[in-house]
């Protein structure tokens, strides 16, 4: 994730947090009905349509032009690899990038057919390259599943690049052919001998499309690839980054634990303490479908679910979660009432209760997934949901009986969550019945709007008395409304819900919102479509931003998910000769102004409460000259982990990612 924004953030959380105006990927991830071939030739590539629409609209084949889709061009090329690794082939894919950020990736699969295509007259990988919906992915054809986008994977990054080549080796000879932006340069020609297979593809995004940047980061690709590699047991996937001559950084993934060693990791990362020793790990083959599962309990409070189908993670679920978690919450409370740990026999555990604490990997591989959702991040093949219900009913209930001290910690972790829930659930009463959440009754604090259409209206929350005073003088009062907060709030990393419920801190921002809290929040009861983080430009300020998304990831995701959260950017510096001033939001541009305005005078804002109420309209506040951060979730799953290492009990992981990100900090005010 990035942030599209003209001044840094000096919170290090905020690199997880993607900035940005451009529309929503539509990724197209249907995947087709195919069986398996033993013979992948020519024969196979089935074309279905052209390749003309892909530069007119590279979004629709790539999601955007921006970072995220100059990235999705090297997942579609090593996804094509990956789908000769699921189909037993290739054991080794390895990715540079090469100075001028130019791309090769390299696999020792089968190789792109060579021979002639009949229904086109050219040889395959030339069809494979040139045309959209060309590829072994269709009917008849050389791949059982496949994680591949409709086939279009290898053409499109063809059409959107500056160049591309690629070298095929097979039946004992080495291939090459040349394109640029999608036309043929050279003809297939025999440049070699060899005794090995593959294929290698290299390429140079087009700047005409992606005129953002052409540049690639190693972090994103090292995270996708890393996952891709726990997917895949046993495939190894090398990272070498060689713009740097001088400085070459090389990544090796191989991971013969597959999904267990990706559980492992994600508790480790996070710094969670396991309250196991192994991740439950187990898998089950039905016909042409397979489940594989494993999960890890640990002492923290957040549930973190990733689910997979066909290697394409299912960010908004599906069938085969549904599965898992019918499943998980009737194993609990079968063993629990067998072996007396539910002694009321009303009582049952729920399936957040199950869940407290909860690491786990879900992976289905099936011939036709069928996807649903705007961004087709949901699985809908409903036979999964029996597939893996059954695997985790069978599996885990073996598993529990054999290891009954694994299952009693697990058990106790779960009453101990149940009771936190009723504690919350009484205190959400109470607090109703003293200050109802759902009333009308508003924090004393809150200096309220006039306009009660929650679209045109926005609530500032505003860190202390001094700068919510500067705030409430300077605002708009007919769609702007103030809360000020006093003091550091709750770390809800560290606290169960029951905990939440009714803090002080923490009471003012639910009731002023008023769409309730946690599994009671109601986002069409919001009061206002802009929630506004406005805190100083120091530690401090950068403390009380981590706290109040952290709340918001955790307790109230639609708000984040609807794109209802924003920061604010007050200047760090106003530059001033004469009666003429002008404010500087970063370093830079502070610099600029100088060279434009010499012999000036420069004050450094250490925070809003240097402002007077006009100031801070003019900077801050004011619609038509302002700039504010809308705050969207790019990578959950990232947000999710970043949230967990810095606000966390283990200081270890928070330390490596202080120093790793130190980088990227500017006006540090200690």
């Not at 978690?325 to 067998?338: R, S």
């Not at 060279?595 to 005078?601: A, I, L, V």
Request: glycine residues 8%; negative net charge.
């Amino acid at each position: 994730m990035e942030l599209n924004e003209k001044t840094q953030q000096n919170n290090a959380v905020e690199e997880v947090i993607e900035i940005a105006q451009e529309e929503k990927a539509q990724e197209k991830v249907e995947l087709m009905d195919t069986a398996v071939s033993e013979e992948y030739t020519a024969d196979a590539i089935q074309v279905l349509e052209g390749l003309e629409a892909v530069r007119k609209r590279p979004g629709m084949y790539i999601g955007s032009t921006g970072p995220r889709g100059l990235h999705h061009l090297v997942y579609e090329i090593v996804d094509n690899s990956i789908d000769e690794a699921l189909a037993g082939f290739c054991t080794e894919i390895d990715v540079d990038i090469m100075p001028g950020n130019v791309i090769q990736v390299r696999d020792n699969g089968r190789g792109i057919p060579v021979d002639i295509n009949e229904a086109q007259g050219l040889p395959a990988v030339t069809v494979v390259l040139t045309v959209l919906h060309a590829g072994g992915k269709f009917g008849g054809s050389g791949y059982k599943v496949s994680g591949g986008l409709h086939g279009v994977g290898s053409s499109v990054v063809n059409a959107l690049s500056e160049w591309m080549e690629v070298e095929i080796s097979r039946d004992g000879k080495i291939h090459h052919q040349k394109f640029q932006r999608g036309n043929i340069v050279t003809d297939l020609t025999v440049i070699g001998e060899t005794n090995k297979t593959g294929t290698l593809v290299r390429f140079k995004a087009d700047a005409e499309i992606f005129t953002e940047t052409t540049e690639y980061d190693f972090e994103t690709l090292k995270k996708h690839l890393r996952e891709s590699a726990f997917l895949n047991a046993g495939l190894k996937i090398t990272l070498t980054d060689g713009r740097d001559e001088d400085n070459v950084v090389v990544k090796e993934f191989c991971y013969e634990g597959g999904i267990g060693s990706f559980v492992e990791y994600i508790n480790k990362s996070r710094g969670l303490t396991p309250i196991h020793e192994k991740p439950i790990h187990f898998s089950v083959v039905k016909g042409d479908q397979s489940a594989e599962v494993a999960l890890m309990y640990n002492d923290g409070y957040m549930e973190t679910l990733l689910s997979f189908a066909n290697n394409v993670h299912t960010i908004d679920g599906g069938t085969h979660e549904t599965g898992f978690k019918n499943a998980l919450t009737k194993v609990f409370n079968e063993y629990g009432k067998k072996y007396n740990f539910l002694k009321d026999s009303d009582k049952k555990l729920s399936g957040d209760d199950c869940r407290e604490g909860l690491t786990a990997v879900i992976s289905v591989k099936l011939t036709e997934a069928q996807f649903e959702g705007q961004t087709k991040g949901k699985l809908g093949n409903t036979e999964m949901t029996k597939l893996v219900g059954n695997a985790v009913y069978d599996k885990l209930s073996t598993y529990f009986e054999e290891n009954p001290s694994v299952a009693k910690a697990i058990l106790r972790k779960s009453l101990d969550a149940s009771r936190a829930r009723e504690a919350a659930r009484k205190a959400r009463e109470a607090a109703r019945r003293k200050s109802p959440l759902e009333s009308n009754s508003l924090p004393g604090k809150l200096a309220d709007c006039i306009d009660k259409n929650p679209e045109n209206t926005e609530i500032y929350i505003v860190e202390g008395d001094s700068a919510g005073g500067s705030a409430k003088g300077g605002r708009d009062r007919t769609i702007q409304a103030i809360l000020p907060l006093w003091g550091k709030m709750l770390n809800v990393e560290k606290s169960r819900i029951d905990k939440i419920i009714g803090n002080d801190k923490l009471q003012p921002v639910v009731t002023a919102l008023g769409a309730g809290i946690g599994d009671d929040f109601d986002v069409s009861k919001l009061r206002y479509h802009k929630v506004v983080i406005m805190a100083d430009a120091d530690v401090d300020g950068a403390h009380i931003r981590t706290l109040l998304l952290t709340f918001f990831f955790r307790y109230m995701r639609p708000l984040i998910d609807n794109g209802y959260v924003y920061i604010a950017q007050p200047p760090l510096y106003k530059l001033s000769k004469g009666k003429k001033h002008e404010y500087a939001y970063s370093d830079e541009e502070r610099d600029q102004i100088m060279k434009e305005m010499p012999g000036c005078d420069i004050q450094r804002y250490k925070g809003l409460g240097e402002m007077d109420s006009e100031q801070l309209w003019d900077t801050t506040m004011n619609p038509e000259t302002r700039i504010m951060l809308r705050v969207t979730l790019e990578d959950a799953m990232e947000a999710d982990e970043t949230f967990a290492i810095l606000m966390g009990d283990q200081v270890e992981p928070r330390r490596n990612f202080i120093e790793k990100n130190a980088k990227y900090v500017q006006n540090l005010d200690i």
